[in-house]
């Protein structure tokens, strides 16, 4: 399980989060480290890279998890236009056996010339009736087939089409895990850079507050704004410790989205699967307001995301190689705070 540190209270509001969000990550992460000895000065741009890579993860991640998302609804659109397939099949399979039935009476009776047939009929007015009949149900059947093989072919061609997009999609989804792989490679390389670093410059640079904003354990409410986001909280602590998984959403293993996503379905709610979608998934509001369960999500490009839970801090999922954890809410700039 992660740690933290508590943070001392300030008279944060939003123009100070304003203000203070445009530092560099490199002048947050120096004023972080505090004691470091000044040797750790030329890695600087060491940090610098992998703060990089890990916002290149996240926007990697991100892709892949909408593209499978994507993907995994138009697999059951797939199978839903299959299934109406079937049923419209069983239904002219049907009709065809009723029309063969049919067919074979007409031929028995109706191969002799109608007046030759009317001629020998014991009741002519009863061989009306039933050729009457005969013509009526089979131009009804004949316009129900024909309406029916027209559904089919329309059924047939709207399967074609959500084939090739599920096709697409899943040709989307394969390159972006492509790129995933290129970039777990980066990381790797950068942990491997991090490992040889000493302990304290280590640790300094987990817990390197990106965006500047260093001090907001007074800001918000610590009461959460509704049962559901309670509920959700909950479930987010008890997911502390879990490690970070590319594109998972638990129970073993999570992404940052992932883990909003899991953690207000445990609340019965369900949540888009990308921060990007979640940021809109409810009320936004001023960070200065945020209670506990509201989603904060991280710079511009809303590739992160994490849980409010009070007193200055959120839960979330961070990076490859870190489980799920406290950090300070202002750990990285704020894109929206979202109350769901």
Aim: hydrophobic residues 40%; aromatic residues 4%; contains cysteine.
């Amino acid at each position: 399980m992660g740690s933290h540190r508590r943070l001392a209270p300030s008279g944060f509001d939003r123009g100070a989060c304003a203000a203070l969000s445009v530092l560099s990550a490199a002048t947050a992460a120096t004023a972080a480290i505090g004691a470091v000895p000044a040797t750790a000065a030329p890695r600087e741009g060491t940090r610098a890279e992998v703060d990089r890579l890990y916002e290149e993860a996240e926007r990697a991640t991100e892709a892949f998890d909408r593209a499978d998302e994507r993907a995994g609804l138009l697999r059951t659109e797939v199978g839903h236009a299959r299934d109406r397939i079937a049923r419209q099949q069983d239904r002219v399979n049907s009709l065809r056996q009723t029309l063969g039935s049919l067919a074979g009476a007409q031929y028995r009776s109706g191969g002799l010339d109608p007046s030759l047939a009317l001629l020998l009929s014991d009741d002519p007015s009863d061989y009306l009736d039933r050729a009457s009949v005969l013509d009526r149900i089979s131009t009804r059947q004949a316009d129900e087939l024909t309406e029916l093989r027209s559904a089919l072919r329309e059924l047939s061609q709207e399967r074609a089409d959500a084939t090739s997009q599920l096709a697409e999609l899943e040709r989307s989804r394969r390159a972006v895990a492509t790129h995933k792989r290129t970039v777990e490679k980066k990381l790797a390389r950068a942990r491997r850079l991090l490992n040889s670093l000493p302990l304290q410059e280590r640790l300094a640079f987990g817990q390197a507050s990106r965006s500047g904003l260093t001090d907001l354990a007074g800001f918000g409410s610590a009461e959460a704004a509704t049962g559901r986001a309670a509920s959700a909280v909950a479930a987010a602590r008890s997911a502390l410790g879990r490690p970070y998984v590319w594109g998972a959403n638990g129970p073993g293993g999570f992404d940052c989205s992932g883990l909003m996503q899991w953690a207000y379905a445990r609340a019965g709610v369900q949540l888009p699967r990308t921060s990007q979608a979640q940021r809109f998934a409810g009320q936004q509001i001023p960070l200065s307001q945020a209670r506990p369960g509201d989603l904060v999500v991280y710079r511009s490009d809303a590739s992160h995301v994490g849980m409010y839970v009070g007193h200055g801090q959120v839960i979330h999922a961070p990076y490859p190689g870190a489980p799920v954890r406290y950090d300070p809410v202002g750990m990285m700039p704020i894109s929206s705070v979202t109350r769901v």
